[in-house]
């Protein structure tokens, strides 16, 4: 549980998140620890969060060729 969110993959943060859900659900851990592990649990659904606004970003700025076929992304531009 120690890895840095930031670097973690969508899937493992999941996963992770997952675990911390069903531990609190299932009343297992102390109040202190349930705190640093709810904690936790809502950093990691941000960086969920942020990498699936990140994919639809992409998929949103597809680029089609002429004949209406996915020729690759182009940046997201926000501004």
């Known amino acids: 549980m120690a890895d840095a969110i930031k670097d973690m993959s969508f899937e493992d943060a999941l996963k992770e998140l997952e675990g911390i859900v069903a531990k609190l659900e299932r009343g297992e851990a102390p109040l ?6 709810y904690e936790r ?17 992409k998929v ?4 089609l060729d002429g004949n209406g076929k996915a020729a690759g992304t182009a940046p997201f531009d926000a501004g």
Do not use: N, R, Y
């Open 32 to 37: 202190e620890e349930s705190i640093s592990i």
């Open 41 to 57: 649990g809502a950093k990691l659904k941000a960086h969920c969060e942020g990498k699936l606004k990140d994919a639809q970003l």
């Open 60 to 63: 949103e700025k597809i680029v």
